[in-house]
């Protein structure tokens, strides 16, 4: 998991605890509030999302927050190296080099240029693979921000749950407020998961989407200039245009 | 009905079940309460929506929750096979074989292909079909969206009328509790007809409606890609791009 | 008025009534509150629109609701009966027939193709009008929503007003509840605006539109077709995929 | 100002007015609260957007409401009528026509005509115009859409103020009332700014920017068919296509 | 930091001092309520962005408030001596003049101009600096926007917090006011961070890029048309029709 996310979820976590007071925390700790608002927002994500999904996006959440990527610059190192290599030796070269590549997309894309396939027909499978890799990409950050939007809602419902047996049973005026109390605790627990957890990570899986795909980008952009034969020093030109200027430099340094 | 929506929808009653307390529940039923927030729900819905396009819609989800679709796997399978027999023994060998096709797209598609239709009027009238039937699913999951926005406003509406009603008439202060636990009923209704069935159903039904959109578009390409007589290999190469890499495996697999 | 919306408001209206329990009724009718709510609303319509949009407006809205419009199973079998005559008799003869036809649209298009306009400028010329007919509808139903979302802005604004008295003068406790009550009744008319009235209509009144576009776009494009003197058999085909298959069935009847 | 705004305006302030009876008056105007919640909104507003765009707004919004625009139909009429001078005369005799023109807009398209500029650069230049023009409208609208936004919490910030004031010092029972009452009157004032002017009128904004924009999209069409030596005829009829049918009538008669 | 962002924020301020009393000001300074309000909120932004995203965001908003950009007026002129040059002594005189250019964006399309680089491939790597310029600018605004959204969410969570403590104990009633007035602090907090701060600098964001864009874009127009050697008063009129007819005349003084 990346610092960031580490940071902000410890943070605000300690932060909560701090101000709730270490010796008030058993007050907030509710297991029936926990499950209503938290098995609540489970389940409604089941009824918004078919099975099989729920469980691929499980993998692409994993995969977006454990899993290396190569930087923009290692790539296009590595991308400028093809091009050198397919320049002086031919791009049926590049097969046995294909083979060691970790990347399936860039493996699939170079296989498919060493292999003679027209042009079009790489731009095109290679961009439906993109369009899906978003795809599943924003399927992943639309789940937590279905989560986001129903766990405050189940808070809310256990609340009036709360409110409704507090009021039909008022004999005792001093019960009011604990009671009143331990409602309002579903409604904490829908905002911290709402507020700490989903709100946060949906933004964040977007943002990992977003690399990622900068990266598809350039690996696309890099096998079909490659493919059209493009000297190495116009694929490496072509490519950096493509990151931020503060990387640039980054990536030349990588380039040696 | 898939397995998510079940577990889902039952979660999440037995959730609220489980919170309420079943000797409470009682108290959380409360038939006018019912017919104020589902029944101005519906009214609602009738409001919104032609009369044609409502029960329409019924059809749409009924189909969506409970009919089954192929999968993409077997939809490639099954047009790789089409693309075989019509390399092998001319187009019009499809004839036979499109009587037996179970769903109507791909039957009309194929159809068309028999029958020589041009390959632009083909594209034409399949994608409005697609557009229509898109048409269609959106309309599902919108009914059910507004019906999720109008059930909490139903339900506050309930609720002004109970406040009301107890404000107006406070001559015995111990009524006041009770009264204000049956005015705040309409609103954990229309909380629970938004959570746990619209919002959630409505985000589910988009999503069977992009699963079927993409089984349509893979037979659309399949379609003209045999029309214009593509080798097998190439229909199959280029219909296993449209579906992600994790089912690629399982689609090879079905092709045996 | 369609049935759908008939029963929408009646039987909100009817639910909201015995809830209310008719004998408390007189409590919920309070002329001031009516004015503010509902006279606030319609002043922040005023403030939002133009005065000529207005009622150019409310001109749509009656439309919508009142006027019959041909099914597109009517419009497919007029313009194929067109395309028919035309390939007999020239299309010159369709000159008399375009006095009789009742929508103005397919009037003036039949007419130009008469005239021998363009193609172009006959696609240019209608696509323009369709744009302005979705418009004006797509005021209409802005002018609903923007009334929608100004209602109960309007009755919470009521309601301060209420409260910000009661608080001020407390003097008498036991007017502080009935006070309440009142304060709280511009709120309920606000929501019952918005949630019974606006926001359904502003709904049907999108459906109704993308029904009369589908109707223009058919005509469109049929007046194309039949003035590049399509056999009449594409004709229909080209039209027939335009529609719902549910409604071909029923279009290929009215053809008889 | 338009005639509408002015009822709308006038008509709010009246009824709210009204609802709170002229004699309770002076306990809804509280000088220290309109500078926390207008004060409040200006300063966001200030904080919203750069100065120079705020003063430029102040201009767009003064001639929004108060300028004099042409109507469709003047629009339509006097391009033709340069059409007609330019078949008859050449298109240099416009040259003249242009200096009386009052529209800087047009006056500039039919300037770049006369001198002999490229259709293609007359077309760019004048797209241009449109671009900014609407963008600037654009932020007029923005501009009341973020006050709109911002009011109401500036009035829910005083509120707060007051509220913990007055819970912080609760030793005068008989206070609490009074003091929660000035409390609300923050909100109340929010709520105006937003609903009663700045909402609507961002929306009146958004209403003449596009009239305003179609009379400039007439202008384009009519100087580009103009130039092009299209009969006065044709581009009568073109440009007729682009308003609504109602207003086709008036625009045939002011041709006279 | 522009002068509107200054009177924006220190008005702001200096009003709810005002509202508040100075005398009262202790009791709206509460350190463990800044920290989870303020806290929480800066954590929910490391947990919603990647780390390096958020200190780049930091150079970009530092940048936006505190650099001094050239004005349009400024920018053509400078182009249009450089058209002026490249006219005289042809394109390759610019190579000097390049090096003195600060605008990095400028300087490097210069010098992609002068090195004889084919148009298209400039226009490519322009416009793809150009793509992500306004991405860095977008992920500043949606940063602040983000914090604008969960600033009261964490104050809600604060408030929660007191009043569940304060609602569990209740023993001694003359602590439940300065209790509650203690919980709405974050409330309080929250709201003053998203209103006053977070939301009016997303949007002041989005208006520094927008006007960065512009010219950007400018830039690229200009170097584009030099490059193609058009008459430098070609280059001025493309370029002034980019600016606002009420900025012309400030480019034209500036052209002296």
Same mark, same amino acid.
């Given at each position: ?31 029936? /509030? ?19 999904? &729920? ?29 050198? +290599? ?14 060691? &590549? +970790? ?12 292999? =003679? ?24 950050? #639309? ?27 008022? /004999?005792?005026?001093?019960?009011? =407020? ?25 933004? #964040? ?10 990266? #598809? ?19 490496? +030109? ?19």
């Amino acid at each position: 998991m990346d610092i960031a996310t580490l940071i902000g979820l410890g943070g605000a976590i300690t932060l909560l605890v701090f101000g709730i007071g270490p010796t008030n925390l058993p007050a907030f700790i509710d297991i029936p /509030s926990m499950l209503i608002t938290g098995g609540g927002t489970v389940c409604g994500v089941f009824s918004s999302f078919p099975l099989s999904r &729920i469980f691929n996006i499980i993998g692409v959440v994993k995969n977006a927050f454990f899993s290396k990527q190569l930087t923009p610059a290692q790539t296009i190192k590595q991308l400028v190296e093809f091009a050198e +290599q397919a320049r002086r030796e031919g791009i049926l070269a590049l097969e046995a080099r294909a083979q060691e &590549i +970790q990347d399936d997309f860039l493996k699939k894309g170079i296989q498919l240029a060493v292999d =003679g396939t027209e042009p079009e027909l790489i731009k095109d499978i290679l961009s439906t693979e993109i369009t899906f890799i978003e795809r599943r990409h924003g399927d992943g950050a #639309k789940l937590f921000e279905q989560a986001g939007a129903l766990a405050p809602a189940f808070g809310m419902l256990g609340t009036l749950v709360g409110l409704v047996l507090m009021l039909g049973n008022m /004999s005792d005026p001093d019960s009011i =407020g604990p009671n009143m109390a331990v409602a309002l605790i579903t409604t904490f627990y829908g905002s911290i998961i709402a507020n700490v957890f989903c709100i946060p990570l949906s933004e #964040k899986l977007k943002g990992y989407s977003a690399a990622e795909m900068m990266i #598809k980008e350039l690996m696309l952009e890099g096998i079909m200039s490659l493919q059209s034969g493009d000297n190495p020093r116009i694929v490496e +030109q072509k490519l950096t245009a493509f990151i931020e200027p503060g990387l640039r430099a980054q990536a030349m340094k990588e380039r040696g």
